[in-house]
């Protein structure tokens, strides 16, 4: 079992350092992830919305609010 990138049109750089970044469906635990592999941050779909709630969130920069 390994990670599957996910291809993910408008997702956001990395805020830290600017770089791409992918979305990842890790087995075995089945959580979606967005990380890069750069600087290794990482956020986890915790709430398990799938992929556009993770997405939009990983995406909303302080002072824009989530929408």
């Not at 791409?20 to 709430?47: E, N, Q, Y």
């Amino acid at each position: 079992m390994g990670h599957r990138d996910i291809k993910v049109d408008g997702l956001k750089p990395c805020p830290f350092c600017g770089r791409d970044v992918a979305l990842v469906d890790k087995t075995p635990d089945l959580r979606l992830h967005i990380v890069c592999r750069w600087c290794g941050v990482s956020m986890r779909d915790v709430f398990e919305d799938g992929a556009e709630h993770l997405v939009k969130a990983w995406n909303t920069r302080e002072g824009e609010g989530y929408e």
